[in-house]
């Protein structure tokens, strides 16, 4: 992936525990006009309506490591033996120019706590098969407890909150969901407009991956 092209990211990493706090108000980020209402996903059965992990959040330290940032909240999900961004970004491994391919990331999530594959997303808009497949990958990991970190590409008339007003080319880190509303919470490493944690409509979601891809 190529760097994320970004003016002023923070230098240092901020870190946190998060968790939901009780009774929480949920606010979910209005879908930009640019991306059109699709036929919802296919629910899946047997399991909870809506989940959140616990994650310990950082703010990427440099503004082409997104990759290391959003792979180490990932595996905040499953330990707490956690290895610097610096060590991430070595094992990817990234460069000034970012993390390439989404497949380094699944790479070194399998390596250290098992369970991921890399899911490519070519089609733009995503089929209903991949949609489907997507969402039934949210909520079968978030359920057992694993983190999906998803390789986007948002131009600027489809932009998660804060983002500045370009193509930026990213990765960040899906830690819930909520089949109520088909909506999914993202710790996003880059900090834009100190976003940090936030709700997108999973119609977005889908819209923003292709056509890169996520590991789930």
């Known amino acids: 992936m190529r760097r994320l092209k970004v003016a002023v990211l923070a230098a240092l990493a901020m870190t946190a525990l998060i968790a939901a706090p009780a009774g929480a108000t949920k606010y979910v980020v209005p879908r930009p006009a640019s991306v059109k209402a699709m036929a919802p996903p296919a629910k899946v059965e047997g399991v909870q309506e809506a989940a959140e992990l616990n994650i310990q959040y950082q703010v990427q330290e440099t503004g082409y490591w997104c990759g290391p940032a959003a792979t180490r909240i990932a595996l905040s999900a499953r330990t707490g033996d956690l290895p610097s961004q610096q060590q991430l970004a070595n094992e990817l491994p990234t460069t000034t120019n970012g993390t390439d391919w989404i497949g380094q ?32 990958d949210i909520v079968l990991d978030i359920n057992n407890g694993y983190a999906i970190v998803a390789n986007i590409v948002a131009p600027p008339n489809n932009h998660p909150p804060g983002y500045p007003n370009e193509t930026i080319y990213h990765y960040f880190t899906v830690i819930g969901y909520d089949s109520s509303n088909w909506s999914v919470k993202i710790a996003d490493p880059a900090n834009f407009g100190g976003n940090q944690l936030y709700w997108l409509s999973f119609d977005q979601l889908a819209s923003l991956i292709p056509p890169k891809g996520y590991s789930a």
Do not use: C, F, H, I
């Open 105 to 136: 990331v699944t790479r070194v999530l399998s390596g250290r706590v098992g369970w991921y594959e890399t899911k490519e997303m070519p089609n733009d808009p995503p089929t209903q098969a991949q949609r489907d497949l997507l969402w039934r």
